[in-house]
C-alpha cells in the first residue's frame, strides 16, 4: 500500500514537471519578421536560408521549428543547432562540425596511398569534408576490409584526430599490417576413387613453394578458393560421377590470424555411364543436324563437358535461324541399380528476333567506327549467332581490348527484337621489344622497337625498330591502315636503312641497304589473307677490309651499287588461342618476293609453321619449322645480300644470332641462299608458380642450317651443315611484352662456330 501511494506521488511530480517544460518550450504562434544566424564559420548564409522550410513574412510555430531543426541537421554540417526567438525574430544558432583538412596513413606498405583515399572517399570521408565520428568508424572498418580482402587478418587501424585552427582536424590512419595469412593446411575428405594429392595438384591455391613470393598462392582468396571448387567439380563431373557433391567447405582462422586451413568435404558418389541420348522438343524438323552436333557418347563414362558442349552447340544452332532466346535443357534419367543414366535433350527455340540496334560500350580512346567495321552482324537484319560469334572474335582479334564480350537484351514491348551490347575493355595497344645478345667478338649487341597498333584510336599502326649492333645497324619505319577501303584491304608502307659490317671499325668493308615497300593485304575468308606489294631497294657495297670474294665478284658484275624492284606476295592463317601465350592452335604464314626489275633479278619464299598441343593443364609442346629458299633469275647470279642466316632465339638458340653458314677466309659470315630450322618445346608453369602461365618453364631441342644454292628448287637440307642444341629457358609475359631467356648447349658444332650459352629477347613466342 505505501509503495503505490510512492509510485502514484512520483508520477504526479513528474507529470508536473513535464507540463512545466512544455509550457517554458512553447511558444505562440507570430508573424516572422527577420531571420539571423549565428555560428557560422565557413558554411554560405545562403546554404541555411534554402534548407529552412520557413521564410520572413509566414506564421511560425512550434511544428515549423522542429521542421527547421531537422532540416538542418540533415545537411550533416552542424554539430548542434538550435533556435532563439527574440519578439518576432528568429536566431537560428548553430555549431559547425570541424572540417577535415588532411588524412595521412602511417605504417601501410600493401595499398598505394591513393587505393586508400578513394577507399575512404567511398564512406564519405575525404579532405574538405565535414568530420563526422561515425563516418570515422566506417573509415576503420573499410580499411580492414581493404586488408582482409589481401589476406592480412591480423591488419589493426588506430586513428587519431588532431584539431588545428579555424574548427578543422588532421587525421591519421595508424596501420599495424602484421604478416598475411597463408594457407598453411588444405584437406580434401571424403574422397575415395582419387587421391587427396591429386585432387590438391588440380588447385591454384597452395600451401607455398619457394616461388610464392611471386605467385601469392598460398594467399587465401575467396575468389580463387570459389573457381578451385568449380575445377574440383568439373574433373568429377567429367569422369562420370553425375552426382559429386561439395557438402561443405570450412575456413579457420588459427589464433594468431596468419595460418589458415582449409576443409573440403565432398560425396563422390557412383560412376555413371551414359546408356542412351534422345531429343526431346521442337528442332526445327532438322533432327539429323542437331544430332551431328552431339558430343556426348553412349556407353561412355558421363561427362559434364561433353554435356555442356553439346547444350551450347544446339543454343548456337538455333542462333544461326534467329532462335536469339532457344532452351535446351539436359534431363538425365538416372538408373541407380545398374548405374547408367539416360540423356534427354529437351529444345524449345522459343521465338525468332532480329536485331535492333549494335551499341558499343567502354571504348574510351578507340573509335566506334575500328570496332564496327568487324562486324558481320547487321542491325536491322535476322538474329544470326555465328555472324555474332565471328563478330566478337574479330574485334577480338584486333588485340586493343583486354576482354570482349556480348550481350543481348530483348527490346521492352517488342518480343522478336533484340540489341547487342558489345562490351570492350581497352588495354595499352602499344608494344615493346628489346633483344640483347653478348659474344667476345661482337661484344653487347642491343635491339629496340616500338610499335602502336591503335595510333590516336584509329585502327592504324606505326611502328620503329633499331637495332645498335656494331656489325648489324638497322632503322625501319613502318604504317599499316587495316581498311585502306571499306572491303578490309590493307595498306602498310615500309622505310628502311640498313648498314652491316663484320666488325665495328671503319676501316672493314660495309654494306648498306636502303629501301622501302607498299604492300596490301586482302581478306579471302575470314581466316584467310593473302598479302601483294612491291618495292625500290638500293644496296652499296663499301670496299674495306675483309671484302668477302663473293662481295667482290658481285661488284664486278653489276657495280658497287645495284638496285632492285622486288614484287611480294604473301599468305597468312593464324588460329592460336593467344598471340602471346599460346596453348593449343596453328600459325601459318608464306611470303615469296619476285625481283623482276633493276641490276639484282631473283626469287625468294619463306614458309613458317607452329603448332601448339595442350598435354594437359600445366604442359604444353610446341613445333616450329621455318623453311627459306632463294634462286637467281633472268641469268643474273643471286645477289649475296639476300642470303638467308640462321642462329639464336627463332633460329638454333645457343648460337650467337646470324651466325650460322657458309663463311669466308677471314671469318665473316656470308649465310646461304636455302634455310632450315625446327624447334621443339615443352611449356610447364615454374616450379612454385603453380599454374600460372604468365611465368613458365621449357625445355627444347633446336635443329637448323644455312645452305648454298645447289641450282634446284629444293630445300636441299644438308645433314652434313646442320647444327643442333638443347637446353631449358624462361618465358615470361611482362609488362613490355612476353621475355624470353634461354640457356643453351650446342649438340652439334663446328670449330668455327660463335658459341652464346645465354641469349634473351623481348617480343618473340618462339
Known amino acids: 500500500m505505501q509503495f503505490n501511494r510512492f509510485c502514484l506521488r512520483t508520477l504526479s511530480a513528474l507529470t508536473v514537471l513535464m507540463f512545466a517544460a512544455q509550457s517554458a518550450w512553447a511558444v505562440n504562434p507570430f508573424t516572422v519578421r527577420d531571420i539571423r544566424i549565428e555560428g557560422l564559420q565557413r558554411v554560405e548564409p545562403g546554404t541555411v536560408f534554402v534548407s529552412l522550410p520557413l521564410r520572413v513574412g509566414d506564421t511560425y510555430n512550434d511544428d515549423k521549428g522542429s521542421a527547421a531543426i531537422r532540416s538542418l541537421f540533415g545537411l550533416g554540417l552542424f554539430k548542434d543547432v538550435r533556435i532563439d526567438v527574440n519578439g518576432d525574430v528568429l536566431v537560428i544558432v548553430v555549431e559547425e562540425r570541424p572540417t577535415v583538412a588532411n588524412v595521412e596513413f602511417v605504417g601501410t606498405k600493401e595499398f598505394d596511398k591513393d587505393v586508400l583515399v578513394k577507399a575512404l572517399r567511398d564512406v564519405g570521408l575525404a579532405d574538405g569534408r565535414p568530420f563526422d565520428k561515425a563516418q570515422l568508424d566506417r573509415a576503420e572498418q573499410e580499411l580492414k576490409r581493404q586488408y582482409i580482402n589481401r589476406s592480412l587478418y591480423a591488419a589493426q587501424v588506430v586513428s587519431t584526430v588532431t584539431p588545428i585552427e579555424r574548427n578543422r582536424v588532421n587525421l591519421t590512419f595508424t596501420v599495424s599490417e602484421g604478416e598475411p595469412a597463408k594457407i598453411s593446411d588444405i584437406r580434401i575428405v571424403g574422397n575415395k576413387v582419387f587421391d587427396e594429392s591429386t585432387l590438391r595438384g588440380l588447385f591454384d591455391l597452395d600451401t607455398g613453394g619457394w616461388l610464392s613470393w611471386y605467385t601469392k598462392s598460398n594467399r587465401y582468396s575467396r575468389a580463387k578458393l570459389n573457381a578451385d571448387i568449380e575445377t574440383l567439380r568439373s574433373y568429377y563431373l567429367t569422369r562420370g560421377f553425375l552426382e559429386f557433391k561439395i557438402e561443405s567447405t570450412q575456413v579457420a582462422i588459427l589464433p594468431n590470424k596468419t595460418d589458415i586451413g582449409i576443409t573440403i568435404n565432398v560425396t563422390e558418389g557412383e560412376r555413371f555411364v551414359v546408356s542412351s541420348v534422345k531429343l526431346a522438343g521442337n528442332y526445327l524438323d532438322k533432327d539429323d543436324e542437331f544430332k551431328a552436333l552431339v558430343s556426348i557418347r553412349p556407353g561412355q563414362a558421363y561427362n559434364g563437358d561433353d554435356v555442356t558442349k553439346t547444350t551450347k552447340a544446339f543454343t548456337d544452332y538455333f542462333g544461326n535461324f534467329g532462335y536469339a532466346f532457344a532452351r535446351i535443357e539436359a534431363k538425365p534419367e538416372i538408373d541407380r541399380v545398374n548405374n547408367r543414366v539416360a540423356l534427354v535433350l529437351q529444345a524449345n527455340p522459343s521465338r525468332r528476333a532480329y536485331v535492333r540496334k549494335i551499341n558499343i560500350a567502354g571504348n574510351t580512346r578507340t573509335r566506334d567506327v575500328v570496332v564496327r567495321r568487324e562486324f558481320r552482324q547487321l542491325e536491322s537484319s535476322w538474329y544470326d549467332g555465328d555472324k555474332i560469334r565471328l563478330s566478337r572474335d574479330r574485334v577480338d582479334r584486333l588485340g586493343y581490348f583486354g576482354e570482349v564480350s556480348i550481350e543481348t537484351q530483348e527490346v521492352p514491348g517488342s518480343p522478336d527484337q533484340v540489341d547487342l551490347t558489345i562490351n570492350v575493355t581497352e588495354k595499352p595497344t602499344g608494344s615493346l621489344t628489346l633483344g640483347a645478345g653478348y659474344s667476345s667478338g661482337d661484344g653487347l649487341g642491343l635491339s629496340f622497337g616500338l610499335k602502336q597498333d591503335n595510333a590516336l584510336g584509329s585502327g592504324n599502326s606505326l611502328g620503329i625498330q633499331v637495332n645498335t649492333s656494331k656489325i648489324n645497324r638497322v632503322i625501319v619505319l613502318n604504317t599499316t591502315d587495316p581498311y585502306f577501303t571499306a572491303d578490309g584491304v590493307s595498306r602498310t608502307i615500309d622505310l628502311y636503312h640498313k648498314t652491316s659490317s663484320p666488325y665495328q671499325d671503319q676501316s672493314y668493308y660495309q654494306l648498306i641497304t636502303t ?124 645477289p649475296v645480300f639476300k642470303n638467308f642466316y640462321g642462329g639464336g632465339l627463332g633460329s638454333v638458340r645457343g648460337f650467337q644470332q646470324g651466325s650460322l653458314g657458309p663463311q669466308d677466309l677471314s671469318g665473316s659470315v656470308l649465310g646461304g641462299s636455302r634455310k632450315f630450322n625446327a624447334n621443339v618445346e615443352v611449356l610447364t608453369p615454374f616450379p612454385g608458380a603453380g599454374n600460372d602461365r604468365t611465368l613458365r618453364l621449357y625445355g627444347f631441342f633446336d635443329i637448323g642450317m644455312i645452305g648454298g644454292d645447289d641450282g634446284g628448287l629444293a630445300i636441299n637440307v644438308d645433314a652434313a651443315s646442320l647444327r643442333s642444341s638443347t637446353g631449358v629457358g624462361i618465358s615470361w609475359i611482362s609488362p613490355v611484352g612476353p621475355l624470353r631467356l634461354a640457356f643453351a648447349k650446342p649438340l652439334r658444332k663446328f670449330d668455327s662456330d660463335r658459341i652464346q650459352s645465354m641469349q634473351f629477347q623481348i617480343g618473340t613466342s618462339f
Open 515 to 638: 629501301g622501302g615497300s607498299l604492300r596490301f593485304g586482302v581478306p579471302f575468308t575470314e581466316t584467310d589473307t593473302v598479302f601483294f606489294g612491291a618495292g625500290i631497294e638500293e644496296t652499296t657495297i663499301v670496299p674495306g677490309t675483309l671484302l668477302p670474294t663473293t662481295y667482290m665478284i658481285y661488284a664486278n658484275e653489276f657495280g658497287y651499287s645495284s638496285s632492285s624492284v622486288p614484287f611480294t606476295a604473301g599468305w597468312a592463317r593464324d588460329n592460336r588461342d593467344s598471340a602471346l601465350a599460346p596453348t593449343s592452335g596453328r600459325l601459318q604464314r608464306a611470303n615469296a618476293e619476285w625481283s623482276f626489275a633493276g641490276d639484282s633479278r631473283y626469287l625468294r619464299a619463306v614458309y613458317q609453321y607452329q603448332q601448339y598441343v595442350p598435354l594437359s593443364k600445366k604442359y604444353t609442346a610446341a613445333f616450329n619449322a621455318e623453311a627459306g629458299w632463294g634462286q637467281a633469275s633472268g641469268g643474273r647470279s643471286y
